[in-house]
Protein backbone atom coordinates (compact mmCIF):
# COMPACT_ATOMS: atom_id res chain seq x y z
CA UNK A 1 0.00 0.00 0.00
CA UNK A 2 2.61 2.53 -1.17
CA UNK A 3 1.43 5.92 -2.52
CA UNK A 4 4.62 6.22 -4.80
CA UNK A 5 3.92 4.32 -7.37
CA UNK A 6 1.47 2.15 -9.46
CA UNK A 7 -1.83 3.51 -11.43
CA UNK A 8 -4.65 5.51 -10.55
CA UNK A 9 -7.14 6.48 -12.82
CA UNK A 10 -10.13 9.16 -11.97
CA UNK A 11 -13.52 9.58 -13.43
CA UNK A 12 -13.61 12.72 -16.08
CA UNK A 13 -13.71 16.09 -14.24
CA UNK A 14 -12.31 14.48 -11.04
CA UNK A 15 -8.21 15.46 -10.24
CA UNK A 16 -6.83 12.15 -9.71
CA UNK A 17 -4.86 13.21 -6.77
CA UNK A 18 -7.80 14.37 -4.63
CA UNK A 19 -10.84 11.99 -5.36
CA UNK A 20 -12.67 10.21 -3.29
CA UNK A 21 -13.45 6.49 -2.95
CA UNK A 22 -15.89 6.53 -5.26
CA UNK A 23 -14.23 9.09 -8.12
CA UNK A 24 -11.16 6.76 -8.35
CA UNK A 25 -12.24 3.78 -10.52
CA UNK A 26 -8.51 1.75 -10.26
CA UNK A 27 -6.09 2.11 -8.01
CA UNK A 28 -3.05 0.18 -7.56
CA UNK A 29 -2.51 1.78 -3.85
CA UNK A 30 -4.94 -0.78 -2.89
CA UNK A 31 -4.50 -4.76 -3.56
CA UNK A 32 -7.09 -6.88 -4.96
CA UNK A 33 -8.67 -9.50 -3.65
CA UNK A 34 -7.77 -12.18 -5.70
CA UNK A 35 -8.72 -15.21 -6.72
CA UNK A 36 -6.48 -17.67 -8.88
CA UNK A 37 -8.37 -18.30 -12.55
CA UNK A 38 -6.05 -21.05 -12.78
CA UNK A 39 -6.71 -22.84 -9.83
CA UNK A 40 -9.59 -25.07 -10.37
CA UNK A 41 -10.45 -25.07 -6.32
CA UNK A 42 -10.70 -20.93 -6.79
CA UNK A 43 -14.26 -20.61 -8.04
CA UNK A 44 -16.23 -23.64 -7.59
CA UNK A 45 -20.31 -24.17 -7.81
CA UNK A 46 -20.77 -26.57 -5.77
CA UNK A 47 -24.15 -28.96 -5.62
CA UNK A 48 -24.09 -30.56 -2.62
CA UNK A 49 -26.66 -33.22 -2.62
CA UNK A 50 -27.13 -34.79 1.10
CA UNK A 51 -28.49 -38.44 0.46
CA UNK A 52 -27.28 -39.72 4.46
CA UNK A 53 -28.57 -37.80 6.85
CA UNK A 54 -25.72 -36.86 9.18
CA UNK A 55 -25.76 -38.57 12.86
CA UNK A 56 -28.15 -36.38 15.55
CA UNK A 57 -26.94 -35.66 18.75
CA UNK A 58 -28.61 -38.78 21.48
CA UNK A 59 -30.26 -35.28 22.46
CA UNK A 60 -29.91 -35.90 26.20
CA UNK A 61 -25.87 -35.94 27.29
CA UNK A 62 -24.70 -35.29 23.74
CA UNK A 63 -27.07 -32.48 22.79
CA UNK A 64 -24.25 -31.38 19.95
CA UNK A 65 -22.99 -33.35 17.07
CA UNK A 66 -20.80 -31.92 14.45
CA UNK A 67 -19.96 -33.95 10.86
CA UNK A 68 -17.90 -33.02 7.99
CA UNK A 69 -19.97 -33.96 5.14
CA UNK A 70 -17.79 -32.31 2.49
CA UNK A 71 -14.00 -31.24 2.20
CA UNK A 72 -11.97 -30.62 -0.46
CA UNK A 73 -8.04 -29.47 -0.52
CA UNK A 74 -7.38 -26.10 -1.23
CA UNK A 75 -4.22 -25.96 -2.94
CA UNK A 76 -2.42 -23.72 -0.80
CA UNK A 77 0.13 -23.88 2.24
CA UNK A 78 -1.46 -21.66 4.20
CA UNK A 79 -4.52 -20.52 5.34
CA UNK A 80 -6.39 -18.66 2.36
CA UNK A 81 -9.49 -16.44 3.04
CA UNK A 82 -12.58 -17.90 2.30
CA UNK A 83 -16.21 -16.95 1.28
CA UNK A 84 -19.05 -19.15 0.67
CA UNK A 85 -22.70 -18.88 -0.66
CA UNK A 86 -24.86 -21.36 0.30
CA UNK A 87 -28.36 -21.17 -1.72
CA UNK A 88 -30.96 -24.26 -0.52
CA UNK A 89 -32.42 -25.71 -4.09
CA UNK A 90 -34.76 -28.75 -2.11
CA UNK A 91 -35.03 -28.09 1.64
CA UNK A 92 -36.05 -31.18 3.39
CA UNK A 93 -39.96 -31.37 3.04
CA UNK A 94 -42.32 -30.19 5.60
CA UNK A 95 -39.25 -28.53 7.68
CA UNK A 96 -40.94 -25.60 9.99
CA UNK A 97 -37.51 -23.45 9.41
CA UNK A 98 -34.76 -23.12 6.92
CA UNK A 99 -32.92 -20.49 5.25
CA UNK A 100 -32.92 -20.61 1.30
CA UNK A 101 -30.10 -17.74 0.78
CA UNK A 102 -27.00 -17.67 3.51
CA UNK A 103 -23.31 -16.22 3.72
CA UNK A 104 -20.81 -18.67 5.51
CA UNK A 105 -23.30 -20.25 7.84
CA UNK A 106 -26.71 -21.26 8.41
CA UNK A 107 -30.09 -23.52 9.57
CA UNK A 108 -30.96 -26.12 6.93
CA UNK A 109 -33.73 -27.02 9.14
CA UNK A 110 -35.25 -26.60 12.41
CA UNK A 111 -38.26 -27.19 14.37
CA UNK A 112 -38.29 -25.05 17.76
CA UNK A 113 -35.80 -22.50 19.65
CA UNK A 114 -34.52 -26.39 21.51
CA UNK A 115 -33.19 -28.22 17.86
CA UNK A 116 -31.45 -27.17 14.30
CA UNK A 117 -29.31 -28.28 11.83
CA UNK A 118 -27.13 -26.01 10.27
CA UNK A 119 -23.77 -25.68 8.21
CA UNK A 120 -21.17 -23.55 8.35
CA UNK A 121 -17.99 -23.59 5.78
CA UNK A 122 -14.23 -23.25 7.19
CA UNK A 123 -10.88 -23.12 6.29
CA UNK A 124 -7.39 -24.37 7.79
CA UNK A 125 -4.36 -24.28 6.01
CA UNK A 126 -5.25 -27.93 3.83
CA UNK A 127 -8.37 -27.79 3.37
CA UNK A 128 -11.83 -26.13 3.19
CA UNK A 129 -14.20 -28.22 4.81
CA UNK A 130 -18.36 -28.22 5.37
CA UNK A 131 -19.23 -29.38 8.75
CA UNK A 132 -23.35 -30.02 9.81
CA UNK A 133 -24.11 -29.06 13.46
CA UNK A 134 -26.90 -30.57 14.73
CA UNK A 135 -28.65 -29.88 18.36
CA UNK A 136 -31.59 -30.78 20.22
CA UNK A 137 -32.84 -30.95 23.87
CA UNK A 138 -36.19 -33.38 23.91
CA UNK A 139 -36.75 -32.48 27.48
CA UNK A 140 -37.48 -28.50 25.72
CA UNK A 141 -39.39 -29.61 22.85
CA UNK A 142 -36.79 -30.13 20.51
CA UNK A 143 -36.40 -32.60 17.42
CA UNK A 144 -34.17 -34.27 15.45
CA UNK A 145 -33.74 -32.82 11.92
CA UNK A 146 -33.55 -35.20 9.24
CA UNK A 147 -31.45 -33.73 6.47
CA UNK A 148 -31.28 -36.67 3.52
CA UNK A 149 -32.89 -35.07 0.53
CA UNK A 150 -31.60 -31.74 0.64
CA UNK A 151 -30.05 -30.20 -2.31
CA UNK A 152 -27.61 -27.22 -1.69
CA UNK A 153 -25.71 -25.20 -4.40
CA UNK A 154 -22.33 -23.27 -2.79
CA UNK A 155 -20.58 -21.14 -4.78
CA UNK A 156 -17.00 -20.87 -3.03
CA UNK A 157 -14.51 -18.38 -3.51
CA UNK A 158 -11.00 -19.41 -2.07
CA UNK A 159 -8.70 -16.39 -2.14
CA UNK A 160 -5.12 -16.01 -2.87
CA UNK A 161 -4.84 -13.92 0.47
CA UNK A 162 -4.27 -15.42 3.62
CA UNK A 163 -4.77 -14.00 6.93
CA UNK A 164 -1.82 -12.66 7.65
CA UNK A 165 -2.45 -9.02 7.37
CA UNK A 166 0.92 -8.21 5.71
CA UNK B 1 -39.28 -17.00 -3.12
CA UNK B 2 -38.49 -16.30 0.30
CA UNK B 3 -38.68 -19.54 2.45
CA UNK B 4 -38.59 -17.81 6.25
CA UNK B 5 -41.35 -18.17 8.20
CA UNK B 6 -40.96 -16.00 10.89
CA UNK B 7 -40.54 -12.25 10.84
CA UNK B 8 -42.16 -9.66 9.24
CA UNK B 9 -40.96 -9.19 5.25
CA UNK B 10 -41.56 -5.71 4.81
CA UNK B 11 -40.60 -5.13 0.77
CA UNK B 12 -40.58 -1.62 -1.19
CA UNK B 13 -39.81 -0.63 -4.56
CA UNK B 14 -36.68 -1.07 -5.64
CA UNK B 15 -33.74 2.42 -4.94
CA UNK B 16 -32.85 4.65 -7.33
CA UNK B 17 -30.33 3.85 -9.36
CA UNK B 18 -26.77 5.94 -8.88
CA UNK B 19 -24.69 5.19 -11.80
CA UNK B 20 -21.01 4.78 -11.24
CA UNK B 21 -18.44 7.12 -12.74
CA UNK B 22 -17.93 6.64 -16.66
CA UNK B 23 -15.75 3.81 -16.66
CA UNK B 24 -15.22 4.09 -20.75
CA UNK B 25 -11.62 4.81 -20.22
CA UNK B 26 -8.93 3.48 -18.84
CA UNK B 27 -7.34 0.27 -19.78
CA UNK B 28 -8.32 -2.93 -20.78
CA UNK B 29 -6.11 -6.03 -21.85
CA UNK B 30 -7.81 -8.76 -24.21
CA UNK B 31 -6.78 -12.37 -24.94
CA UNK B 32 -4.59 -12.71 -27.93
CA UNK B 33 -6.03 -12.54 -31.38
CA UNK B 34 -8.81 -10.20 -30.36
CA UNK B 35 -9.05 -6.42 -30.64
CA UNK B 36 -9.46 -4.45 -27.05
CA UNK B 37 -10.92 -1.47 -28.50
CA UNK B 38 -13.59 -3.86 -29.80
CA UNK B 39 -14.57 -6.94 -27.92
CA UNK B 40 -16.27 -7.40 -24.41
CA UNK B 41 -17.25 -9.76 -21.78
CA UNK B 42 -15.09 -13.05 -21.58
CA UNK B 43 -12.70 -11.72 -24.38
CA UNK B 44 -10.66 -9.41 -22.07
CA UNK B 45 -7.71 -10.73 -19.84
CA UNK B 46 -8.14 -7.52 -17.51
CA UNK B 47 -10.10 -4.54 -17.66
CA UNK B 48 -9.40 -1.96 -15.29
CA UNK B 49 -13.16 -0.37 -15.33
CA UNK B 50 -13.93 -3.97 -13.21
CA UNK B 51 -15.20 -2.60 -10.40
CA UNK B 52 -13.16 -5.22 -8.37
CA UNK B 53 -12.68 -5.50 -4.93
CA UNK B 54 -9.95 -3.98 -3.02
CA UNK B 55 -7.80 -3.91 0.45
CA UNK B 56 -7.40 -0.23 1.54
CA UNK B 57 -6.86 -1.83 4.91
CA UNK B 58 -5.93 -4.76 6.56
CA UNK B 59 -4.48 -6.04 9.91
CA UNK B 60 -4.38 -9.46 11.60
CA UNK B 61 -4.96 -9.44 15.63
CA UNK B 62 -3.39 -12.65 17.61
CA UNK B 63 -4.50 -10.89 21.15
CA UNK B 64 -7.87 -10.03 22.33
CA UNK B 65 -6.34 -8.65 25.09
CA UNK B 66 -4.29 -6.15 23.59
CA UNK B 67 -7.70 -4.41 21.94
CA UNK B 68 -9.68 -1.53 23.78
CA UNK B 69 -13.37 -3.60 24.90
CA UNK B 70 -16.06 -0.86 23.57
CA UNK B 71 -18.63 -0.93 26.52
CA UNK B 72 -21.08 0.93 23.72
CA UNK B 73 -21.66 -1.67 21.16
CA UNK B 74 -19.80 -4.64 23.59
CA UNK B 75 -17.07 -5.34 21.20
CA UNK B 76 -13.75 -5.43 20.76
CA UNK B 77 -12.30 -2.84 18.15
CA UNK B 78 -9.83 -2.44 16.07
CA UNK B 79 -8.96 1.46 14.47
CA UNK B 80 -8.57 1.78 10.48
CA UNK B 81 -8.82 5.68 10.16
CA UNK B 82 -10.08 5.52 6.78
CA UNK B 83 -12.23 8.67 7.46
CA UNK B 84 -15.14 6.55 6.26
CA UNK B 85 -16.90 3.11 7.31
CA UNK B 86 -15.92 0.78 5.02
CA UNK B 87 -17.06 -2.26 3.79
CA UNK B 88 -15.43 -5.10 5.86
CA UNK B 89 -14.56 -9.01 6.09
CA UNK B 90 -13.01 -10.58 9.08
CA UNK B 91 -11.71 -14.03 9.82
CA UNK B 92 -11.81 -15.84 12.92
CA UNK B 93 -10.27 -18.56 14.57
CA UNK B 94 -13.53 -21.40 14.91
CA UNK B 95 -13.32 -24.13 17.16
CA UNK B 96 -17.20 -25.06 17.46
CA UNK B 97 -15.95 -28.30 16.15
CA UNK B 98 -12.64 -29.18 18.84
CA UNK B 99 -11.40 -32.04 16.18
CA UNK B 100 -10.91 -29.15 13.91
CA UNK B 101 -9.85 -25.93 16.25
CA UNK B 102 -7.55 -24.30 13.51
CA UNK B 103 -9.85 -23.47 11.18
CA UNK B 104 -11.38 -19.88 10.02
CA UNK B 105 -14.51 -18.52 9.53
CA UNK B 106 -15.62 -15.43 8.29
CA UNK B 107 -18.02 -13.28 9.26
CA UNK B 108 -18.83 -10.07 9.19
CA UNK B 109 -18.07 -7.00 11.77
CA UNK B 110 -19.74 -3.38 12.59
CA UNK B 111 -17.44 -0.51 11.21
CA UNK B 112 -17.74 3.44 11.46
CA UNK B 113 -15.61 5.94 10.34
CA UNK B 114 -12.64 5.02 12.03
CA UNK B 115 -12.83 1.61 13.93
CA UNK B 116 -13.92 -2.26 13.33
CA UNK B 117 -16.00 -3.63 15.82
CA UNK B 118 -15.25 -7.01 16.01
CA UNK B 119 -18.51 -8.54 16.65
CA UNK B 120 -19.95 -12.38 15.76
CA UNK B 121 -23.29 -13.74 16.31
CA UNK B 122 -24.40 -13.72 20.52
CA UNK B 123 -24.37 -18.07 19.96
CA UNK B 124 -20.38 -17.94 19.29
CA UNK B 125 -17.58 -16.68 21.04
CA UNK B 126 -14.41 -15.02 19.64
CA UNK B 127 -11.10 -16.40 19.39
CA UNK B 128 -7.99 -14.85 18.10
CA UNK B 129 -6.19 -14.64 15.51
CA UNK B 130 -8.54 -12.75 13.86
CA UNK B 131 -7.87 -11.54 10.24
CA UNK B 132 -9.76 -8.17 9.40
CA UNK B 133 -9.81 -7.10 4.94
CA UNK B 134 -11.08 -2.93 4.62
CA UNK B 135 -12.41 -2.26 1.28
CA UNK B 136 -12.23 0.62 -0.38
CA UNK B 137 -16.15 0.53 -0.50
CA UNK B 138 -17.62 3.39 1.53
CA UNK B 139 -21.02 2.03 3.14
CA UNK B 140 -22.31 6.24 2.96
CA UNK B 141 -22.00 6.65 -0.93
CA UNK B 142 -24.47 4.93 -3.31
CA UNK B 143 -23.27 3.51 -6.17
CA UNK B 144 -24.71 1.00 -9.25
CA UNK B 145 -22.12 -0.28 -11.39
CA UNK B 146 -22.83 -1.36 -15.47
CA UNK B 147 -24.00 -5.62 -15.23
CA UNK B 148 -21.02 -6.96 -16.97
CA UNK B 149 -21.51 -9.78 -19.42
CA UNK B 150 -18.96 -12.83 -19.89
CA UNK B 151 -18.63 -14.92 -16.84
CA UNK B 152 -19.25 -17.84 -18.38
CA UNK B 153 -15.67 -19.23 -20.03
CA UNK B 154 -12.65 -20.40 -18.59
CA UNK B 155 -9.99 -18.27 -18.55
CA UNK B 156 -6.80 -19.49 -19.67
CA UNK B 157 -3.45 -18.14 -18.68
CA UNK B 158 -0.85 -16.96 -21.01
CA UNK B 159 2.16 -15.25 -19.47
CA UNK B 160 3.05 -13.27 -22.56
CA UNK B 161 0.29 -11.02 -22.14
CA UNK B 162 -1.32 -8.55 -19.00
CA UNK B 163 -0.33 -6.80 -16.40
CA UNK B 164 1.39 -7.50 -13.12
CA UNK B 165 2.08 -4.46 -10.21
CA UNK B 166 4.37 -5.96 -7.28
CA UNK B 167 3.71 -5.05 -3.55
CA UNK B 168 6.15 -2.47 -2.27
CA UNK B 169 8.99 -4.61 -1.22
CA UNK B 170 8.32 -7.62 -3.82
CA UNK B 171 9.16 -8.67 -6.85
CA UNK B 172 8.02 -8.67 -10.54
CA UNK B 173 9.40 -12.28 -10.69
CA UNK B 174 7.70 -13.62 -7.64
CA UNK B 175 5.19 -16.81 -8.32
CA UNK B 176 2.97 -16.38 -5.22
CA UNK B 177 0.49 -14.16 -6.20
CA UNK B 178 0.54 -13.00 -2.71
CA UNK B 179 3.33 -10.47 -3.78
CA UNK B 180 1.27 -8.95 -5.71
CA UNK B 181 -1.06 -5.68 -6.23
CA UNK B 182 -2.91 -6.72 -8.89
CA UNK B 183 -1.81 -9.66 -11.75
CA UNK B 184 -3.91 -10.73 -14.33
CA UNK B 185 -3.89 -14.12 -13.57
CA UNK B 186 -6.27 -13.20 -10.42
CA UNK B 187 -9.21 -11.64 -10.30
CA UNK B 188 -11.73 -10.44 -8.00
CA UNK B 189 -15.30 -10.76 -6.98
CA UNK B 190 -16.96 -7.78 -8.65
CA UNK B 191 -19.17 -5.07 -6.82
CA UNK B 192 -22.63 -4.47 -8.34
CA UNK B 193 -23.98 -1.71 -6.13
CA UNK B 194 -24.32 -0.11 -3.30
CA UNK B 195 -27.64 0.92 -2.36
CA UNK B 196 -27.87 3.47 1.21
CA UNK B 197 -30.94 5.48 2.69
CA UNK B 198 -30.52 8.32 -0.02
CA UNK B 199 -31.71 6.59 -2.85
CA UNK B 200 -35.22 5.58 -1.50
CA UNK B 201 -37.77 5.51 -4.29
CA UNK B 202 -40.77 6.44 -2.07
CA UNK B 203 -39.30 7.15 1.69
CA UNK B 204 -42.39 6.29 3.38
CA UNK B 205 -42.18 4.59 5.93
CA UNK B 206 -43.96 1.62 6.87
CA UNK B 207 -46.73 0.95 10.35
CA UNK B 208 -43.79 0.35 13.01
CA UNK B 209 -41.52 3.15 11.61
CA UNK B 210 -39.62 1.73 9.55
CA UNK B 211 -37.99 2.46 6.04
CA UNK B 212 -36.28 -0.13 3.40
CA UNK B 213 -33.69 0.32 1.18
CA UNK B 214 -34.21 -2.69 -2.08
CA UNK B 215 -32.27 -3.73 -4.57
CA UNK B 216 -33.20 -6.21 -7.40
CA UNK B 217 -30.11 -8.32 -9.03
CA UNK B 218 -30.11 -8.71 -12.61
CA UNK B 219 -27.73 -11.83 -12.78
CA UNK B 220 -29.20 -14.88 -13.27
CA UNK B 221 -27.50 -16.33 -10.16
CA UNK B 222 -27.71 -15.16 -6.51
CA UNK B 223 -25.76 -12.61 -5.78
CA UNK B 224 -23.83 -12.07 -2.39
CA UNK B 225 -25.95 -9.47 -0.59
CA UNK B 226 -24.48 -7.83 2.82
CA UNK B 227 -27.04 -5.29 4.42
CA UNK B 228 -26.59 -2.93 7.10
CA UNK B 229 -28.31 -0.51 9.37
CA UNK B 230 -26.27 2.57 10.41
CA UNK B 231 -26.19 5.79 12.76
CA UNK B 232 -25.18 9.06 11.50
CA UNK B 233 -24.80 10.13 15.12
CA UNK B 234 -22.70 7.78 16.29
CA UNK B 235 -19.99 8.31 13.56
CA UNK B 236 -21.41 6.57 11.16
CA UNK B 237 -21.62 3.04 13.10
CA UNK B 238 -23.07 0.46 10.52
CA UNK B 239 -23.78 -2.90 11.74
CA UNK B 240 -24.34 -5.90 9.59
CA UNK B 241 -28.15 -7.09 9.03
CA UNK B 242 -28.01 -11.07 9.52
CA UNK B 243 -29.78 -13.50 6.87
CA UNK B 244 -32.11 -15.10 9.85
CA UNK B 245 -35.55 -14.66 11.08
CA UNK B 246 -35.72 -12.42 14.74
CA UNK B 247 -32.66 -10.91 14.00
CA UNK B 248 -32.35 -6.67 13.66
CA UNK B 249 -31.15 -5.03 12.21
CA UNK B 250 -32.12 -8.38 9.44
CA UNK B 251 -31.63 -8.67 5.79
CA UNK B 252 -33.78 -10.09 3.58
CA UNK B 253 -32.32 -11.62 0.30
CA UNK B 254 -32.61 -14.78 -1.86
CA UNK B 255 -29.86 -13.86 -3.87
CA UNK B 256 -32.39 -11.29 -6.46
CA UNK B 257 -34.80 -9.35 -4.62
CA UNK B 258 -32.72 -7.84 -1.55
CA UNK B 259 -33.95 -5.25 1.38
CA UNK B 260 -33.06 -4.16 5.19
CA UNK B 261 -35.30 -1.76 7.05
CA UNK B 262 -33.94 0.63 9.40
CA UNK B 263 -36.03 1.88 12.46
CA UNK B 264 -35.80 5.62 13.43
CA UNK B 265 -37.25 5.04 16.61
CA UNK B 266 -34.35 2.47 17.56
CA UNK B 267 -32.15 5.29 16.68
CA UNK B 268 -31.20 3.80 13.41
CA UNK B 269 -31.01 6.58 10.82
CA UNK B 270 -29.56 4.97 7.60
CA UNK B 271 -28.90 1.69 6.25
CA UNK B 272 -26.98 0.12 3.25
CA UNK B 273 -27.21 -2.53 1.03
CA UNK B 274 -23.72 -4.18 -0.80
CA UNK B 275 -24.04 -6.28 -3.48
CA UNK B 276 -20.84 -8.01 -5.22
CA UNK B 277 -21.08 -10.49 -7.40
CA UNK B 278 -19.08 -13.50 -9.34
CA UNK B 279 -15.36 -12.76 -11.54
CA UNK B 280 -15.42 -12.75 -14.33
CA UNK B 281 -14.39 -16.12 -15.30
CA UNK B 282 -16.54 -19.15 -15.08
CA UNK B 283 -16.02 -22.04 -12.31
CA UNK B 284 -15.36 -25.46 -11.79
CA UNK B 285 -18.52 -27.38 -11.18
CA UNK B 286 -18.50 -29.98 -8.70
CA UNK B 287 -21.22 -32.50 -7.56
CA UNK B 288 -20.56 -34.40 -4.61
CA UNK B 289 -23.11 -35.78 -2.25
CA UNK B 290 -22.93 -37.46 1.44
Known amino acids: MDNNYGVKISAPGTNVKFGSVNDITFNTKYPFLKIDTQLPTGFQSINLSIINDPPEPDGFIDVDKYTVIYQFKHGYSYTPSLETLFYVVSPFPGVPYYQQYFLDSGILSAHTAFDGASIYAVADNTNVYFIVWKYYEPGLGGQQNPLSGILLRISCHVFVDDLSGA | ?290
Open chain 2, 1 to 290: MFAWSWGTVQMASDNKASPAPNTSFGFKISKPTFNAFKTSGQNYIFNSSWPSLQIAFQTTITSLSSLTFDTTYYAYRVPHNLGYPPFTFMWAVNKRYSTLANTYERYIPAVDNTYIYLQIPSSETLFAPVNIKCFNINLTKDVDYTLLTGDNSFLAYDSNFGIKIAKGNKQTTSKDLRDYVVHSRAQSPLMLAVKTQKTITNPVSTVDGSYTIQYTSKLSYPAWVYGFVGRSTANNYYQFGQLYSQAYPRTFTDGFVSYISYLPSSGDDSATLVITRDPMFAPTITSVTY
